[in-house]
């Protein structure tokens, strides 16, 4: 059983016994609500021979519709290697289908099969409980705050990264 979010922030602290930086207490709280989310999502997701990641393809994939898997990759946030296993196994399990771009061959149109558009429903409707009470969590007045900043924290964090890998020797492996 999870401990409460306030008593883990607290949880890991230095040698000395002082708290933790405000940063890594936010970054560990982040970290905490994401994997809790995900073990929720996975757990609803479970049902259907699925998990809350091809949940989320699926989706971008309803809402997109014959993007390329380089464009899903963006979309959904994965990187383009778990992108590429995750297409296989739903092609395989004839939930989408690839087909060459008709104006670069390199590229692939990535689209939902019939298949796939009922597993994407079926998925929506059993997560309809997961984020109605992930919404019950904010407040309505804070939700818009609580959506920007997630968003900015997003966008700093990939800004960070991108500069960290730019000052990197080619040949390191960080």
Request: glycine share 6%; with cysteine; proline share 4%.
């Amino acid at each position: 059983m999870s401990k409460p979010v306030a008593e883990s922030a607290n949880r890991s602290r230095p040698s000395g016994g002082q708290a933790l930086p405000d940063a890594h207490a936010l970054g560990m709280l982040l970290r905490e609500a994401y994997f809790a989310l995900r073990r929720c999502s996975n757990a609803h997701c479970a049902q259907f021979d699925a998990n809350g990641d091809q949940f989320v393809v699926l989706r971008v994939l309803a809402d997109a519709e014959g993007v390329t898997q380089q464009e899903l990759v963006e979309l959904a946030g994965y990187d383009a290697s778990t992108t590429g296993n995750m297409l296989r196994l739903m092609e395989t399990q004839g939930l989408i289908s690839r087909e060459t771009h008709p104006d670069d061959r390199r590229a692939k149109i990535v689209e939902l099969t019939a298949k796939g558009r009922q597993r994407q429903r079926e998925l929506w409707q059993a997560t309809e409980t997961l984020r109605r009470r992930l919404w019950k969590c904010v407040r309505p007045e804070d939700r818009d705050v609580l959506a920007h900043t997630l968003l900015r924290i997003s966008r700093e964090m990939e800004q960070v990264r991108a500069t960290y890998e730019s000052n990197q020797p080619e040949n390191s492996n960080p």
